[in-house]
T-cell receptor, first 107, second 120 residues
Framework: ERVMTQSPVALSVSPGERATLSCRAS??????LAWYQQKPGQVPRLLIY???TRATGIPARFSGSGSGTDFTLTISSLQSEDFAIYYC?????????FGQGTKVEIK | EVQLVQSGAEVKKPGESLKISCQGS????????IGWVRQMPGKGLEWMGV????????RYSPSFQGQVTISVDKSINTAYLQWSSLKASDAAIYYC?????????????WGQGTLITVSS
């Protein structure tokens, strides 16, 4: 099973600043990596797939990069609606596995 | 518009059985894999398994194999997740997700979630 490890666990950022979230796989997952956003009490929403392709309707301030074992989600200028928990998920191997999440909080 | 509509919240006792549902609409339900994801209270997301409605091909994550049953009725565009004997540790929100065409990868559309409470 591919273990996905996200860092940091929590990140305090001021509105307008950049946030950089990391996700590391225990073994290569190529670019078969997705990112989701989950706000409190809401359903997870797909942000990025294929490591770097934004899903439909996702603002350009969200970008993904990486391949193999190391991936990054960058939010270029945090808006108030971006404070949430972000999960990565690999789909290179079965079972599909998620990271434990990074909580982005208001500083 | 693609939609996945799940059945409502349930309150059950340990040992009881349960079957929850997920009805898809707005797309060709039979030809997209449907997955189930668990979120325990205050915790992260866990992939449970997937099913292909057209032929009922089903795959389970090892952690959930033998613990739940995933099934489908493509005539009514509905997937199911069921337990034969609930435990307190099954209390969680369960989401169904649609995978984009071509395989079971990530979830591009999610149901609203079904909250399961298990308490004696």
């Amino acid at each position: 099973e591919r273990v996905m490890t996200q860092s940091p666990v929590a990140l305090s950022v001021s509105p307008g600043e950049r946030a950089t979230l990391s996700c590391r796989a225990s073994q290569s997952v190529s670019t078969n990596l997705a990112w989701y956003q989950q706000k409190p009490g809401q359903v997870p929403r797909l942000l990025i797939y294929g490591a770097s392709t934004r899903a439909t309707g996702i603002p350009a301030r969200f970008s993904g990069s990486g391949s193999g074992t190391d991936f990054t989600l960058t939010i270029s200028s945090l808006q108030s609606e971006d404070f949430a928990i972000y999960y990565c998920q690999q789909y290179n191997n079965w079972p599909r596995t998620f990271g434990q999440g990074t909580k982005v909080e208001i500083k | 518009e693609v939609q996945l509509v799940q059945s409502g919240a349930e309150v059950k006792k340990p040992g009881e059985s349960l079957k929850i549902s997920c009805q898809g609409s707005g797309y060709n339900f039979a030809t997209y894999w449907i997955g189930w994801v668990r979120q325990m209270p205050g915790k992260g997301l866990e992939w449970m398994g997937v099913i292909y409605p057209d032929d009922s091909d089903t795959r389970y994550s090892p952690s959930f194999q033998g613990q739940v049953t995933i099934s489908v009725d493509k005539s009514i565009n509905t997937a199911y997740l069921q337990w034969s004997s609930l435990k307190a540790s099954d209390a969680a929100i369960y989401y169904c997700v649609r995978h984009p065409q071509g395989g079971f990868s990530y979830g591009d559309y999610w149901g609203q979630g079904t909250l399961i409470t298990v308490s004696s």
